[in-house]
Every structure is written in structure tokens, then in C-alpha cells.
């Protein structure tokens, strides 16, 4: 498994919102990002805060169209497959996944080069993995998310559903997961970006547990 066969599906769905663009008439060029969440959906001009941030130069405002392609992970904690299928890579009939491969990957690919950067979200599954890595792993991965190559967003356990889950068991699994951040990378590796990607509507308490600086969820830092 490695980042771009993850990512394939989402480039098809921007390789065909291109071609819209292109019949629906009009000359335009893409200027292609790989940026973080950390400097996602900023207003131009701003500073970014990431350090690996490209700036764009724009000649025209309707004539180009600015993409930014965010390596992440969505890895559900237990859908189709149980956790530990989707953990190890097992029954790949029913779905190819294997998440530890992916970390290794993300780990090794980032080391090569500091212009890489990658978003992990779900902590049940980096916890797993974590446990089972070297000191010297650990020390290589701290380096990462130091220099901002590797960030966590959302960080809770899972990313839970946002419509239907109890405020309680909300807070239970954010905390779990953030504690761990915390404890092992330091108040720099907060999260700074409610990252909730699979959306089924949101709950008055979901929005308002990802509020900046919210006593429910300490150490979430959402600017």
C-alpha cells in the first residue's frame, strides 16, 4: 500500500471535475499543492503556517483554478472489515486495506524528502502501531511531526460519526485519543483543524465540542 494508490480515487473525482471545467468552456491552467490541513482553506495572502507551504502567483483570478492535494488517511476503526483486518491487511476480498503499511510508508517516503508532508487522523489505528515500533522509529517519527512533515488532525481515537453519537461518547474518544498525542508528541502536535471528512450532518454538541479552546475537550486547539 503506499500514498498515491490511496489517493487514486480522489485524483480520478479531480481528474473529472477538471474535464467539466475544461468543456464548460474558457482557458484556465491547475497549479498543484501538496499542503498540509495545517495550511488548508486559507485566504490568499495570508501567511501559512506550515513551513513546506507553496505560495501561488496568480495572473488572473478566472483563469486559473488553485488545487491543493492533501495525503491523509481515512481509516474507518471497524466497517467492513473487523479492526484487526484492517490493521494487519487481512480478507482483502471484502476490502484492500492494510493500515500498518500504510504507516510504514507514509514513515519512510516522508524521511526522504522535507517537502513531504502527510495528515494522520485516527489514533486507535497509530496507537497499534506505535507500540510496535523501535526507539529509533519513534525518535524518526517525533523528528516528523516536529518539522511539521507529519501532522495529526482530529486525533481523536476514531472519527466518530457526527450526527447520531452521544455527546459522551464523543468526548470519551476525542479525549483518549488526543491524551495520546499529548503525552508522546507535546503541545506543537495538537490538533489546529476540525478534520471531519465523511459527514451525515452535524450535531449542535459535535460543532460545538470542536469550538476553540473548549474546557470538553483539553488539549484541541482549533484555530
Known amino acids: 500500500v503506499n500514498i498515491c494508490a490511496l489517493a487514486m480515487v480522489d485524483l480520478c473525482g479531480l481528474l473529472l471535475a477538471c474535464i467539466c471545467c475544461l468543456l464548460a468552456g474558457g482557458g484556465w491552467s491547475v497549479s ?4 498540509t490541513a495545517a495550511n488548508g482553506g486559507r485566504a490568499k495572502g495570508e501567511a501559512p503556517s506550515s513551513p513546506h507551504a507553496e505560495s501561488f502567483s496568480r ?3 478566472d483563469d486559473k483554478i488553485q488545487v491543493h492535494v492533501v495525503p491523509h488517511t481515512h481509516d474507518d476503526v471497524g466497517w ?13 476480498s ?8 500504510i504507516l ?3 514513515v519512510t517516503e516522508l524521511s526522504k524528502n522535507p517537502n513531504r508532508t502527510f495528515i494522520y487522523v485516527e489514533i486507535a489505528y497509530f496507537y497499534r502501531w506505535w507500540n ?3 526507539n529509533e522509529t519513534k525518535e524518526l517519527v517525533k523528528k516528523l511531526v516536529s518539522n511539521k512533515q507529519l501532522e495529526f488532525v482530529n486525533a481523536g481515537w476514531c472519527m466518530n460519526d457526527e450526527a447520531s453519537t452521544h455527546y459522551n461518547a464523543i468526548v470519551d474518544q476525542m479525549s483518549l485519543g488526543l491524551r495520546f498525542v499529548q503525552e508522546n508528541f507535546g503541545d506543537e502536535a495538537r ?8 459527514p451525515f450532518g452535524h450535531s449542535a454538541e459535535q460543532a460545538a465540542l470542536f ?3 473548549n474546557p470538553k475537550l483539553p488539549g484541541y486547539n482549533v484555530s
Not at 498543484?32 to 499542503?35: I, N, R
Open 191 to 198: 490538533p489546529r483543524v476540525a478534520w471531519h471528512i465523511d
Open 211 to 213: 469550538a476553540k479552546d
Open 132 to 134: 510496535e515500533q523501535s
Open 104 to 106: 510504514d510508508t507514509v
Open 94 to 101: 471484502i476490502q484492500r486495506a492494510g493500515v500498518q503499511y
Open 59 to 61: 495572473s488572473s483570478m
Open 80 to 92: 467492513l472489515k473487523t479492526v484487526d483486518e484492517y490493521y494487519y491487511g487481512a480478507n482483502n
Open 32 to 35: 498543484l499543492a501538496a499542503a
